[in-house]
Every structure is written in structure tokens, then in C-alpha cells.
């Protein structure tokens, strides 16, 4: 079996945005609420707006998380999805709601 020069790329930019531990306690914080507004998160993180939204951007360019625009400020969501294709099982427990727990999650 061949693998694309792409997907591996995909992959790499992937696991490189989960290799950092403010983008992972992001990641937490997200799986807490249906969505959060970028000014919440900056009080939570307790970073600059500019860090977080570096991070933020990693995350989005991975396919993590997912933005909404309203107005002035910017929602952020997981992709549960993108989520739990990456992630083991027993790490995903750590990122998903409870609620969004499947079969293949049922140890959590």
C-alpha cells in the first residue's frame, strides 16, 4: 500500500498541533462547552490574545476545532470528529464531552 506525500502531511500537521501543551489545555477547555468565544478563553488561558490566537489557528488548520464568526468575536468548537480519528480511545476520554462517548469509548 502506497501512502500520498499529502495525507502524510496531513497527518504530520495533526499530531505536530496536539505536541504542544497550551494547544492540548485549549482542546480540554473546548470539550467543557458546546463553544466558547475567543474573549473566554483568554481569561481562562491566561495568555495574550495574540498567543492564543496562534494556537487557536494551529488547531484550526489541523481540523480541530471549528469557528463561527459573530460580529467582532470568534467562537471556537471541536471537531469531535477530526477528534476521535486522531486520537486513541483512552485519550480521547481526556477531550470529549461524556455524552459524545461511543462504543469504541465505552472504558471512559
Known amino acids: ?60 488548520d489541523a481540523g480541530f476545532i471549528l469557528k463561527e464568526t459573530r460580529g467582532t468575536w470568534s467562537y471556537y468548537r471541536l471537531n469531535e470528529g477530526e477528534i476521535n480519528k486522531v486520537l486513541s480511545p483512552e485519550l480521547c476520554c481526556m477531550f470529549t464531552k461524556p455524552s459524545s462517548t461511543t462504543s469504541s469509548q465505552s472504558k471512559c
Open 1 to 60: 500500500m502506497t501512502i500520498d506525500a499529502t495525507f502524510l502531511a496531513s497527518y504530520e500537521a495533526k499530531f505536530k498541533a496536539l505536541a504542544d501543551q497550551k494547544r492540548l489545555l485549549i482542546i480540554n477547555e473546548l470539550c467543557q462547552y458546546e463553544e466558547v468565544c475567543v474573549c473566554d478563553l483568554v481569561e481562562k488561558m491566561d495568555i495574550p490574545q495574540s498567543k492564543l490566537s496562534y494556537h487557536l489557528k494551529i488547531l484550526l
